[in-house]
């Protein structure tokens, strides 16, 4: 009865969230939604050490045929769990102790015609993750008792995880933190075994895929041939520790007592519940968080970036600069708004006879970058496709052409083959519709030529002119003045956010990318600012951290240890220096498993 309670409860409390942004939508939507996420990433594995990978699925297509061992092995794993658990029902006298088994034979029915029928990896999989969830939700119900669901949920991240398709090595995260909350919630030292076992597993397994990224480029950032054998073997383990953990499930289904503490962490007495925070807690907390807060905000990203821009009204809309004199050998940078149609640059030596036009590119993914007009080639389907080398021009004017409506450009700025910016005055538009809403004046795009800030002293770069010489006092385009990676979507939004227009990125929940419309509101359309909301979030993330180490151990330089070790993981500085919303769930999460803690501890 309770359950159907509680079910009913999380069922209105989804309903309360999911209406307000029905009320446009088209009748199911919200499965689309999902429908569309589930379709994403179809591979039996993508670089997780699990039974898949053991068995050679990795970045193999779901609707490959699998090998008749991944079939075979998966119906031996639950006919051994089926017999296991009726045995288990029959010995503790339950009710039906024949309904687990009834059902498992169904599962190994399932898999066994799916080896007969050279079933894919996809079928596979998914008869394995369903009969997780059966795993699971059978013990969660023999149990009873609402203080097992932190275990069965890391139980059922634990066996997706190993025995599920699709998944990221990531996907083991959750897990972690639910093993964390039911040891704490329980002392068991088989949840620490499995904690740390499996914290050590994604470790290496993260570690490989990020070396490879390092060492071998993105495209190569996988687990590879290389690392096959610790791969193999981190696999393997995952395997276990997944046998293991439904053991414990079981074990504790049968109301089978838990094993006690290590002593060698937990000195105090278990009904001591004080914090026993001390003046050094203090003392040590504020030294780390002003350490790392320096290193943080100080590394986050450059305050200044255009901020106003001349948007096009007409097609074929131009705008000519002079740059003074003629010049030999000069390249253009350019920063830009959201754009999606690419804008052509032509110069001149009189203003009146034009070279042809070379193209720049500006997609949507372009947005809030500095860009260097670069060479370009037409292929054969009339794609337009961009090298990496930049355009050097010779002339004294120069024309900037937008063929479609809604061009947003910031700024423009020109530099000579030394480095050398090059003063510019604004000397003629042709077209444009006067009447626009969005009609503004072209001398925005050469108004703020002082705010392409390169990277400081302790960041060297190097610069080459045209003549390949070294120059690294000149800013270049980079992450400290640019967006890169996702904050093209995610800064975008925020932006959106705050100036009231249609957001872009939907597919996630609104709230971090508005935390991050607050920064930008203090600090401009900047890096720093559209950074500034994440980098917060990773600064608190050190104190909640203390606080749980704290609440844990009671012991000062535990604390200290813990928080310590998160304020020097880069990972953690460079996560957080990302205008992405991944911080901000984290910090939740952290912030819950500490109230939920505090809660255990005061009683209350």
């Avoid at 990433?41 to 609707?63: E, H, R, S």
């Avoid at 007495?269 to 040590?284: G, V, Y």
């Avoid at 052409?401 to 604004?426: D, M, S, W, Y």
């Avoid at 998160?566 to 992405?580: E, K, N, P, R």
Wanted: charged content about 15%; hydrophobic content about 45%; glycine content about 8%.
């Amino acid at each position: 009865k309770r359950m159907l309670i509680g079910l009913g409860a999380a069922a209105a409390v989804a309903l309360i969230i999911i209406v307000p942004f029905s009320l446009r939508q088209q009748p199911g939507w919200l499965i689309e939604q999902y429908a569309g996420t589930l379709a994403s990433y179809p591979y039996a594995t993508l670089n997780t050490a699990n039974f898949y990978y053991l068995l050679g699925g990795n970045w193999k297509a779901i609707g490959n045929e699998a090998p008749l061992a991944v079939n075979l092995l998966l119906a031996g794993f639950a006919a051994a769990y089926g017999i296991f658990q009726t045995l288990q029902n029959r010995n503790a006298q339950r009710k039906l102790p024949w309904i687990e088994g009834a059902i498992t034979g169904g599962f190994v029915i399932f898999l066994l015609v799916s080896a007969i029928i050279h079933g894919s990896w996809g079928l596979a999989g998914t008869a394995a993750m369903a009969f997780a969830f059966l795993i699971v939700l059978s013990l969660y119900i023999r149990k009873g008792d609402i203080t097992f669901l932190p275990y069965a949920g890391a139980l059922l991240f634990i066996l997706l995880y190993v025995f599920g398709v699709k998944m990221h090595e990531r996907y083991i995260f959750p897990a972690i933190f639910l093993l964390a909350l039911a040891w704490c919630q329980s002392r068991d030292r088989r949840m620490l075994t499995l904690l740390l076992v499996l914290s050590a597993t994604v470790f290496l397994n993260e570690g490989i895929v990020l070396d490879n990224s390092i060492r071998l480029g993105s495209a190569q950032g996988h687990l590879n041939q290389d690392t096959v054998v610790l791969a193999n073997l981190l696999s393997f383990v995952n395997i276990l520790a997944a046998f293991y953990a439904v053991h414990v499930g079981m074990a504790l289904s049968r109301g089978a007592e838990t094993e006690p503490k290590p002593h060698f962490i937990f000195r105090e007495k278990e009904t001591d519940n004080r914090l026993h925070w001390k003046r050094w807690d203090t003392a040590i907390l504020c030294g780390i968080v002003a350490g790392y807060s320096l290193i943080c905000f100080t590394t986050l990203g450059s305050t200044k970036a255009p901020q106003k821009a001349w948007t096009s009204t007409d097609y074929e809309e131009s705008v000519t600069i002079d740059l003074g004199a003629k010049q030999e050998s000069f390249c253009m940078l350019y920063f830009a708004r959201v754009s999606r149609y690419d804008f052509s640059v032509a110069v001149s030596e009189d203003g009146e006879n034009w070279e042809e036009d070379n193209w720049a590119e500006m997609a949507q993914g372009q947005c809030w970058k500095w860009k260097y007009v670069t060479n370009s080639v037409v292929g054969a389907g009339g794609t337009r496709t961009y090298a990496n080398d930049r355009h050097w021009f010779t002339g004294r004017f120069v024309r900037i052409t937008a063929h479609q409506v809604n061009l947003n450009l910031c700024e423009v700025i020109f530099r000579n083959a030394k480095g050398e910016q090059l003063p510019v005055t604004l000397c003629g538009r042709n077209g444009g519709d006067p009447d626009s809403p969005i009609y503004a004046d072209p001398s925005l795009i050469i108004d703020e030529q002082d705010t392409m800030e390169g990277l400081p002293v302790y960041f060297p770069v190097k610069s080459l002119s045209s003549d390949g010489e070294e120059n690294p006092l000149v800013a270049q385009p980079s992450w400290w003045n640019s967006t890169y990676f996702d904050e093209i979507y995610h800064a975008r939004t925020a932006y959106e956010f705050l100036v009231g227009s249609t957001p872009y990125e939907t597919s996630h929940p609104p709230l971090g990318k508005v935390l991050m419309s607050w920064g930008v509101l203090l600090f401009g359309m900047t890096p720093f600012g559209w950074r500034f909301a994440g980098a917060v979030a990773g600064v608190i993330m050190l104190a909640v951290i203390y606080f749980i180490a704290k609440q844990m151990t009671k012991s000062t330089w535990l604390a200290a240890f813990s928080c310590g070790l998160l304020s020097l993981d880069c990972m953690h500085l460079t996560q957080t220096q990302i205008a992405t919303i991944d911080s901000f769930p984290v910090l939740f999460i952290l912030l819950a498993f500490f109230f939920r803690s505090e809660e255990r501890r005061v009683g209350k």
